[in-house]
């Protein structure tokens, strides 16, 4: 079977979407204007309200504050951490995998 150049790059794309759907933690590369940060927060915020108690909220949005303030301040470049900062966001998704309910036996999943 012969596969041309679009096929093979058809290919390629589906296997890159695939591995950043797997690993929730790996960081996305990309630009994101004011607005659709501004949005996307909100649709975070209002989205998930019920799973979230107001210590998560408190929480969540000190982390927010943090970096947001890290990353203006002048001659900080939060792209040169990538690497430390999904290090850290997957420390922190295997110690919340421990505490996830697992459904019990015979339960729907």
Do not use: H, Y
Not at 5 to 11: A, C, G, I, R, V
Not at 14 to 29: C, F, H, R, W, Y
Not at 53 to 73: G, H, W
């Amino acid at each position: 079977m012969k596969i041309n150049k679009e096929t093979l790059k058809e290919m390629i794309r589906q296997v890159i979407n695939e591995e950043g759907e797997q690993d929730p933690t790996k960081l996305k590369t990309g630009s994101m204007s004011t607005g659709a940060r501004i949005k996307g927060a909100r649709d975070r915020i209002s989205g998930a309200a019920e799973e979230f108690t107001n210590q998560e909220r408190n929480i969540i949005d000190q982390l927010e504050k943090f970096i947001s303030d890290m990353a203006a301040k002048p001659g900080v470049d939060l792209t040169k951490f990538r690497p430390l900062l999904q290090r850290v966001l997957k420390l922190l998704q295997q110690q919340a995998a421990k505490s996830i309910e697992q459904p019990q036996q015979g339960e729907a999943q």
